[in-house]
Nanobody, 119 residues
Framework: QVQLVESGGGLVQAGGSLTLTCAASGIIFSIYTMGWYRQTPGKERELVASITSSGRTMYADSAKGRFTISRDSAQKSAYLEMNSLKPEDTAVYYC?????????????WGQGTQVTVSS
């Protein structure tokens, strides 16, 4: 079993910064891609940023220039540094990881962390 635990969410004023952390634990041979998604009530979950095991990153247009995704050297944690936050960034942020466990690939989600940006 693999668990993803997000942390770092909270309330911040517009223009402020937050850094989210996603920590993976369990039976993990390797983690391929890790990503951050967000969701607001009534809307579909959307990709914010992703990073492969080789360090290749991808960002949603709304995140480009403001957010930075990274992974630690052990490749089991991912971070999302969010700067210049806007009220429209308010959402529940979820971490997703594509994990190689016992030779098969599985997709896991964290429980989510709330980010609220006040105007």
């Amino acid at each position: 079993q693999v668990q993803l635990v997000e942390s770092g969410g909270g309330l911040v004023q517009a223009g402020g910064s937050l850094t989210l952390t996603c920590a993976a634990s369990g039976i993990i041979f390797s983690i391929y891609t890790m990503g951050w998604y967000r969701q607001t009530p009534g809307k579909e979950r959307e990709l914010v940023a992703s990073i492969t095991s080789s360090g290749r990153t991808m960002y949603a247009d709304s995140a480009k220039g403001r957010f930075t995704i990274s992974r630690d050297s052990a490749q089991k944690s991912a971070y999302l540094e969010m700067n210049s936050l806007k009220p429209e960034d308010t959402a529940v942020y979820y971490c997703k990881a594509n994990v190689n466990s016992y030779g098969s690939e599985f997709r896991y989600w964290g429980q989510g962390t709330q980010v609220t940006v006040s105007s």
